[in-house]
């Protein structure tokens, strides 16, 4: 296809933000913007069916709230001073199907334009993050538009100290590798903690809780919270109300089973 369809997801603090767009290429048009996009008109900033924003819990978009859920985004470009940025309720738009007014609105505001290096193909992408804070930009021939998107810090979980005797323990670890090794499960303040000597991740790491019997794997250190995979989840199986085994999964693959040594 001439305009190719991307999507980028980026995770901040514990909340997805999925982008869903195509591409479209210069190819050697001048006047990308006043020209293939008209001054004072909406338009997605993609092509063939508009681009999408979606969030899995609440954030805010340049200071303005925009609740959990999935949004076609448009921009009124203007010849001089700030352009508009809207949030559309109806995600499924094709590009020339417009919104006609503000009723379906989710967000809108101003945005600042501002000058980039070319380059030729539209890119949405996230060029800094924090803690809790990012920057996600759009950006097609020499124009960049930035956004700053925020959460409020979450607050990481923590399992009541009278549920830790449930998990811990020490276990026989096999990895789909072929290798295998012990490790245990203790308790600790505030968290458990997990000693596995886990392949291409820190031997020592905070269990907090995702769900039911499943645990995010964080590395800490003086008391910080680091970082995790969110695609790696260690997964208790439970007989009796304990914990008798484990799988520790990366997306749909299992990587190492854990089975209690008594």
Request: charged content about 25%.
């Amino acid at each position: 296809m001439p305009s190719e369809r991307a999507s980028l997801m980026q995770v901040l603090d514990g909340t997805t933000l999925t982008m869903e767009y195509h591409r479209p290429v210069a190819r050697g048009r001048d006047s990308l913007f006043g020209g293939v996009v008209k001054w004072g008109q909406p338009w997605t900033p993609g092509a063939n069916w508009a681009t999408t924003f979606e969030v899995d819990r609440e954030v805010r978009l340049n200071g303005q709230v925009v609740p959990k859920g999935k949004y076609s985004v448009w921009l009124i470009p203007r010849a001089q001073g700030d352009w508009t940025l809207f949030l559309h309720r109806t995600s499924r738009l094709f590009h020339t199907q417009k919104p006609k007014d503000a009723s379906g609105d989710v967000v809108r505001f101003d945005v600042a334009p501002e000058q980039a290096e070319y380059i030729e193909t539209l890119t949405w992408d996230v060029p800094a993050i924090a803690a809790d804070v990012m920057t996600l930009r759009m950006h097609w021939g020499e124009t960049m538009i930035p956004l700053r998107v925020s959460v409020q810090e979450g607050k990481p979980n923590v399992l009541e100290p009278s549920k830790h005797e449930k998990y811990a323990g020490t276990y026989a670890i096999q990895f789909a590798s072929g290798d295998s090794a012990q490790g245990s499960v203790i308790s600790s303040d505030p968290n458990l903690r997990a000693r596995f000597a886990l392949p291409d991740f820190a031997p020592d790491v905070e269990l907090l809780p995702a769900d039911d019997d499943r645990f995010w794997l964080v590395r800490s250190r003086d008391g910080k919270y680091i970082d995790t995979d969110p695609s790696l989840i260690l997964v208790f199986g439970m007989s009796g109300g304990k914990a008798e085994s484990f799988e520790l999964r990366d997306g749909a693959s299992i990587i190492a089973r854990g089975r209690r040594v008594p």
